[in-house]
């Protein structure tokens, strides 16, 4: 029997985009990428980028009902928001990301969209987390 694996380190919470990397659309940002004046992150694969959600909620907060609260906390679906938009993952790893939370929602019997299961005023963090941790392993199982 092979010994299991040594797990991937947790991708960390990226830093709050500055002024500049809001204001520029993503197409200059990847021109500029392409010509040597900018470093643009390496895209994850959804595992990493659940990983990488749980860390950016724990890093800034979590909330539900809002993507982004006035305090700076952020929903799941908000945490994906600001990961894509910077660059950390690509739009089609990201919906594969979705599709694997909203597997794992299934598995536990919930037959809702994710950001609705966010929203619902008994939520707790640790459900959350549980969800990405679980859906984090999924993806990683399937070699995603």
């Known amino acids: 029997m092979q010994p299991a694996p040594a797990?991937?380190?947790v991708?960390?919470?990226p830093d709050w985009p500055s002024r500049w990397?809001?204001?520029?659309?993503?197409?200059?940002?990847?021109?500029?990428?392409?010509?040597?004046?900018?470093?643009?992150p390496i895209p994850l694969r959804p595992s990493d980028h659940l990983a990488q959600t749980l860390a950016v909620l724990e890093r800034y907060g979590w909330c539900r009902s809002l993507d982004f609260s006035p305090t700076g906390r952020m929903c799941i679906r908000g945490a994906q928001t600001l990961l894509e938009h910077t660059g950390h993952v690509t739009p089609h790893a990201r919906q594969r990301a979705v599709d694997y939370?909203?597997?794992t929602l299934r598995m536990d019997g919930v037959a809702m969209a994710f950001h609705a299961w966010n929203d619902l005023p008994i939520?707790?963090?640790?459900?959350?987390?549980?969800?990405?941790?679980a859906s984090a392993t999924t993806a990683r199982n399937h070699g995603e």
């Not at 990397?21 to 643009?40: C, F, M």
């Not at 939520?123 to 941790?133: D, E, G, K, N, W």
């Open 7 to 9: 797990p991937l380190p």
């Open 11 to 13: 991708p960390a919470a």
């Open 123 to 133: 939520r707790t963090f640790p459900q959350v987390s549980h969800l990405l941790t």
């Open 21 to 40: 990397h809001l204001l520029i659309p993503a197409s200059i940002r990847n021109t500029a990428a392409a010509l040597g004046l900018w470093q643009n």
């Open 101 to 103: 939370m909203q597997h």
